[in-house]
């Protein structure tokens, strides 16, 4: 006779710390031996990167700037703010998308999830139209110098971790290429001149 004992489901990250992967565990106890089942599925993952002319240093000071971010693009991007928390891992913050991407997504709430100064920015979204296709959905920006060209240029990197609530739910293609073409934007924008 077994008897199953409940069932923990949790998350793991890679090496790198920004890749999570949802892991399912039971115990079951069969004639006194106590068994560990551990099912680890990797989620589905989609990236991209674009190359920009400025400094790594100046698109992490844009992209962790609420008052720039919302500024590069009013259109892409009409507002940004913290409703809790400054930025550390735990603040939550929302983007309002303006109306170039209404047909897709109006508002994303994030809840931080990792922080590595002016390399790395993770979350994951817990509210808004993506909440609505992805279960888990946790995105990593990143942004690193090109190597030679430090002072010039950097790669910026966008990295979306998801199921999908339905098998119908494509990947988020759009998202992707909304958040290439918006860091892209990070280039030409007046606001952050300085």
């Known amino acids: 006779m077994s008897k199953q004992l409940p069932l923990y489901k949790g998350q793991l990250n890679d090496s790198a710390g920004?890749?999570?992967?949802?892991?399912l565990a039971t115990t079951l106890l069969s004639r006194g031996l106590e068994v560990r089942l551990v099912v680890t599925r990797k989620m589905k993952s989609l990236q991209g990167e674009v190359q920009l002319n400025i400094?790594?240093?100046?698109?992490?000071?844009?992209?962790?700037?609420?008052?720039i971010?919302?500024?590069?693009?009013?259109?892409?991007?009409?507002?940004?703010?913290?409703?809790?928390g400054d930025g550390s891992p735990g603040s939550l913050r929302v983007f309002k998308l303006g109306p170039a991407l209404h047909h897709f997504v109006k508002e994303s709430v994030q809840k931080v999830e990792k922080v590595e100064t002016g390399q790395c920015f993770g979350y994951e979204v817990i509210g808004g139209e993506l909440k609505e296709l992805y279960d888990p959905y946790h995105v990593t920006f990143s942004f690193a110098?090109?190597?030679g060209k430090e002072g010039e240029q950097c790669v910026a990197g966008w990295k979306a971790e998801f199921e999908p609530i339905s098998t119908a739910t494509p990947p988020p293609e759009k998202a992707k290429?909304?958040?290439?073409?918006?860091?892209?934007?990070?280039?030409?924008?007046?606001?952050?001149?300085n």
């Open 18 to 23: 920004c890749a999570p992967q949802e892991t």
């Open 55 to 67: 400094t790594a240093a100046k698109a992490w000071k844009m992209f962790t700037d609420n008052e």
């Open 69 to 84: 971010l919302g500024k590069i693009n009013p259109g892409m991007l009409s507002g940004v703010e913290y409703l809790e």
């Open 145 to 147: 110098p090109v190597p």
């Open 177 to 193: 290429d909304a958040a290439l073409g918006f860091l892209k934007l990070f280039e030409t924008c007046e606001a952050a001149a």
